[in-house]
């Protein structure tokens, strides 16, 4: 590896530990990055998940002033994407790498649907309740939850756009704030990174380089992403996310 592949590197795993932390989708900065350093692409994908573990903790330390009361959800919703994470790591290594593919656009597209929609579902679902007289549940209820298995196994599978998922399942489903939202969605990516991380260190092969260089990066960008991320207003957060997502959508379908 150049000194100005390693850069590359570098600067790619601290654009993504930016963006990660306010939004997700930074698999989009350093994986392309990685290939083109001549990487094969499991070898890039595991050494990108391995290496983006460290920017998924910084930025879940940075947001830990709005984790304050969720600690109960944190539990609940880490345990489903622990199951979740390690899933899509084992499809990774015995899946080909086509088999998300077509799919993969479709879940991208509906979240942004649903992310820009968020508030006028929110406010029709809050009416219905209102009408029948049923409380909102405090976790999401079961449809959170498996919502959450199947985007936590995507995680663990390849994660451009993880992020994108989570904010819309729990925006949706969640009566909260879109910032504490999105400070949960920091420690679902810090849970289903470390667990594919873990398993990867043992069954995969990993270039221990790229891996230091995109763990230095990301971790610094994911304290630029939680100063940035918590200033953004929910309108423009919203617009962050859809910009993310659609850019995430037609990477995957010109590559």
């Known amino acids: 590896m150049s000194i100005w592949e390693a850069l590359a590197i570098l600067a790619a795993g601290i654009g993504a530990g930016t963006i990660n932390t306010i939004v997700g989708s930074g698999t989009l900065f350093t994986f392309p990055v ?9 070898t890039a ?10 920017g998924n903790i910084s930025g879940a330390i940075g947001y830990r002033r709005e984790l304050r009361g969720q600690k109960r959800r944190m539990v609940r919703f880490g345990l489903t994407a622990l199951v979740g994470g390690l899933t899509g790591a084992v499809l990774l290594l015995a899946l080909p790498s086509k088999a998300f593919d077509a799919i993969v656009p479709v879940l991208i597209g509906l979240a942004l649907v649903l992310i820009v929609l968020q508030p006028r579902i929110a406010r029709a679902l809050a009416a219905r309740r209102e009408r029948n007289g049923t409380a909102v549940p405090t976790d999401g209820g079961l449809a959170l939850l498996i919502g959450l298995l199947v985007a936590s196994t995507y995680g663990g599978y390849f994660g451009a756009a993880q992020g994108v998922l989570y904010l819309a399942l729990m925006g949706i489903l969640l009566h909260d704030e879109l910032q504490r939202v999105n400070a949960l969605k920091n420690v679902l ?46 309108t423009a957060l919203r617009a962050v996310i859809v910009v993310v997502g659609i850019v995430a959508i037609v990477q995957m379908l010109l590559k």
């Open 34 to 42: 990685l290939l083109a350093t001549g990487l094969p692409p499991i």
């Open 189 to 234: 990516g810090v849970i289903v990174n470390g667990v594919a991380a873990l398993f990867f260190v043992f069954v995969a092969d990993i270039d221990w380089l790229a891996v230091l260089l995109i763990a230095a990066g990301s971790t610094v960008g994911g304290q630029i992403g939680a100063k940035v991320g918590r200033r953004l207003p929910p």
């Open 45 to 54: 994908n595991v050494s990108n998940t391995v290496g983006l573990v460290t």
